[in-house]
């Protein structure tokens, strides 16, 4: 099987055995959990939307590795136009989720481990890049969603991982055995690892010859004995526990959850690591990975600010307000900045090349300035839909509210705006705003984007280092005709 069905996604996703907790509770049967499952139906829809016609160049592509039709979402980059295309179809999942669909993060780290592994084999004479290919091949014919593990919980940022007080608070290997080794951590922030078959893990910073241990990269089930997720708490979540919310929630259908991720005594067999202590090259895989996840920023965020920006339009044709020519100019300018944050992904992509292993690399300088406009212009895009919308969208009454026999006509009455459109619809676009920018769907499209993919120092310190200043220096030189 190639390709799976959103509903064989779902159906894969009952048969892990998950350790997931929440809200001081074990969660016996994530799938079906009201928190839980908005985040699953936004990875579902990777699976739905490779599965019609119109979207079919754009969701799927040929395997690099079988010659078989496989999702995008784990495809080796050939080209740059697949980057381009990546960069097309997360903005696509941005815009039928307004959430974050939690699948990209396998995918890049899928194309960091590639060419990664290829230059360690090349300076070791180590056999990782075999080994990953085959991983991924698995990947690839069981259409698997994969959460690639990054952050470190890091504790004192001032210490290197060996120089902590605690040794865990980076991901380490304790034991080694014949057959594999045996990993103690934990993975903060990992998106939409509940929803996922397979974590991916790597080191979460360059490292240094004793950190040895540290400098760990491999594939495991997610289910593996001794891995074990607690969900985050997000803003306005408890909405989703309500019988029979709806309008309230903002977003009934879709979503996006992290979990902090526990590695208690993880048994990881030799086939599936891909760095074991060649410290020199942890660097090399933080930086491919974060650079590709700075180029996906310039996808899904720009889908994401698309449903905010037609919630807003809307908003506005709802109360009238829509002719008034400061309220045009807000939706002009928020248009304004979500395509520069697209057009950044699209130009890092052009300008992307060929690595030694063959795959495909994004422009490390363009990437990360992408990723730090998405740290400044999802802020200012949610501040000027806010200011569209008007205070009504965090005062409004509830649902129940609405719904109650006494409350309700009122509701209808004074709530109303042009008398053509139902109140209803102007508090489901109000609600919607107030998710996007407030509630459950603000962690990926506020926090997230300051913080996801590294946050904005580390944009500053790549953009310094790939910023040629030197060349830059030359150029006036010239110009100015100083001679040395
Ligand atoms: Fe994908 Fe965006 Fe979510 Fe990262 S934040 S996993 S790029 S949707
Ligand atoms: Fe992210």
Avoid: W
């Avoid at 936004?42 to 119109?54: C, F, G, N, R």
């Avoid at 459109?421 to 489901?428: C, G, I, W, Y």
């Avoid at 946050?455 to 790939?466: N, T, V, Y």
């Amino acid at each position: 099987m190639a390709l799976m069905t959103g509903e064989q996604y779902v159906e894969s996703l009952r048969k892990l055995n998950l350790n997931v907790y929440m809200f001081g509770e074990k969660i016996e049967n994530p799938v079906d959990n009201p928190v839980i499952r908005p985040s699953m139906n936004s990875v579902k829809m990777t699976y739905d939307l490779a599965q019609m016609p119109e979207y079919e160049d754009l969701m799927t592509t040929t395997s690099t590795l079988t010659g078989n039709k496989i999702n995008r979402f784990g495809h080796i980059h050939s080209s740059t136009e697949d980057l381009i295309k990546k960069v097309k179809m997360q903005r696509l999942c941005g815009q039928k989720t307004a959430a974050c669909f939690q699948r990209c993060v396998g995918m890049d780290a899928f194309n960091a481990e590639y060419s990664t592994t290829y230059e360690i084999d090349k300076a070791y004479g180590t056999d990782y890049h075999e080994k990953f290919k085959k991983y991924l091949k698995y990947v690839q014919e069981n259409d698997l969603t994969v959460d690639g593990a990054m952050t470190d919980p890091k504790g004192d940022r001032g210490l290197s991982p060996s120089k902590q007080s605690d040794p865990d608070l980076y991901l380490r290997v304790v034991e080694r055995r014949p057959d594999g080794v045996v990993v103690r951590g934990a993975k903060a922030h990992q998106t939409g690892i509940c929803n996922s078959h397979e974590v991916l893990v790597m080191p979460t910073v360059a490292m240094r010859p004793e950190d040895k241990d540290y400098a760990i990269s491999f594939a495991v089930p997610t289910d593996t004995e001794g891995i074990f997720m607690i969900v985050g708490r997000q803003s306005c979540d408890s909405r989703k526990l309500e019988a029979g919310a709806d309008i309230d929630v903002g977003n009934k259908v879709f979503g996006g959850v992290e979990a902090l991720t526990i590695f208690d005594d993880v048994f990881v067999p030799n086939e599936r690591i891909f760095l074991d202590g060649e410290t020199e090259f942890a660097g090399m895989l933080v930086e491919r990975f974060a650079g590709y996840h700075r180029q996906s920023y310039g996808g899904c965020k720009v889908g994401v600010g698309d449903v905010l920006i037609g919630a807003a339009a809307l908003a506005a044709d709802y109360n009238g307000a829509n002719k008034a020519s400061h309220v045009k100019d807000k939706l002009i300018e928020m248009t304004h900045l979500n395509e520069t944050l697209y057009a950044c992904g699209i130009a890092c992509s052009a300008e992307g090349y060929k690595t030694e292993s063959g795959n495909y690399i994004i422009d490390l300088l363009l990437a990360n300035v992408c990723k730090q406009n998405v740290t400044r212009f999802p802020y200012e895009i949610a501040r000027l839909a806010e200011d569209i919308a008007g205070g009504i969208m965090v005062t409004m009454p509830s649902e129940k509210d609405y719904r109650n026999e006494k409350t309700g006509p009122y509701i209808e009455k004074y709530l109303k705006g042009i008398a053509s459109v139902p109140t209803e619809n102007r508090m489901r676009i109000l609600r919607l705003i107030e998710n996007i920018t407030l509630g459950t769907a603000a962690v990926g499209y506020r926090t997230e984007s300051m913080h996801g993919a590294g946050s904005p120092q580390a944009q500053r310190i790549m953009i310094a280092r790939q910023g040629n200043l030197g060349h830059k220096k030359a150029l006036a030189k010239a110009i100015a005709r100083i001679k040395e």
